[in-house]
T-cell receptor, first 112, second 112 residues
Framework: DTAVSQTPKYLVTQMGNDKSIKCEQN?????MYWYKQDSKKFLKIMFS???????INETVPNRFSPKSPDKAHLNLHINSLELGDSAVYFC???????????FGPGTRLTVT | DQQVKQNSPSLSVQEGRISILNCDYT??????FLWYKKYPAEGPTFLIS?????DKNEDGRFTVFLNKSAKHLSLHIVPSQPGDSAVYFC???????????FGTGTRLKVLA
């Protein structure tokens, strides 16, 4: 039973399109995150949600909008996709903070 | 401005020997430290962690050492096995925030 799942695993789209990535966790955690791993392999936090409320927004362009319909889901919607958005996006969850995080398998986004 | 650095991008070790992975950080206020392992096309998985009140934590073949005065963290794997071949990320956390900061990663290759 997958703890943190993401869909889709691969996403190829053209510049200017709008796309969404979905994330679900079945661990009962109250905190969820989105990370971006760029071409240099840096893993950088984008957003953090605690109990469906946005806690961290790390100077991410406002074309990126996270949405948490409930504590088990944190979706990422991206408007007007740009070439520089090509990366692997990871969702993660944790029980509170200062504890281990559980990561999803990643979504590789390619913008052409 | 990289607050967490893993200065060795890659490391090769013979099977059965010790692997030592290093991580340096800049902010002495960080108080929780973690190591993750990442295989290709998968999300990072938690390995081991340590809080700032300790200087050593062991879990089977994995030991994490924390040198607060040097702001240095290391992961020892003994004995190394071919299945340990992966990218290893250190991460730091500051209590009172929801933010984990990841290092740049070290690719470990264990030679049979």
């Amino acid at each position: 039973d997958t703890a943190v799942s993401q869909t889709p695993k691969y996403l190829v789209t053209q510049m200017g399109n709008d796309k969404s990535i979905k994330c679900e966790q079945n661990l009962g955690h109250d905190t969820m995150y989105w990370y971006k791993q760029d071409s240099k392999k840096f893993l950088k936090i984008m957003f953090s949600y605690n109990n469906k409320e946005l806690i961290i927004n790390e100077t991410v362009p406002n074309r990126f909008s996270p949405k948490s319909p409930d504590k088990a889901h944190l979706n990422l919607h991206i408007n007007s996709l740009e070439l520089g958005d090509s990366a692997v996006y990871f969702c993660a969850s944790s029980r509170g903070t200062g504890t281990r995080q559980y990561f999803g398998p990643g979504t590789r986004l390619t913008v052409t | 401005d990289q607050q967490v650095k893993q200065n060795s991008p890659s490391l090769s070790v013979q099977e059965g020997r010790i692997s030592i992975l290093n991580c340096d950080y800049t902010n002495s206020m960080f108080d929780y430290f973690l190591w993750y392992k990442k295989y290709p096309a998968e999300g990072p998985t938690f390995l081991i962690s340590i809080s700032s009140i300790k200087d050593k934590n062991e879990d089977g073949r994995f030991t994490v050492f924390l040198n607060k005065s040097a702001k240095h963290l290391s992961l020892h794997i003994v004995p190394s096995q071919p299945g340990d071949s992966a990218v290893y990320f250190c991460a730091v956390f500051l209590s009172g925030t929801y933010k984990y900061i990841f290092g740049t990663g070290t690719r470990l290759k264990v030679l049979a």
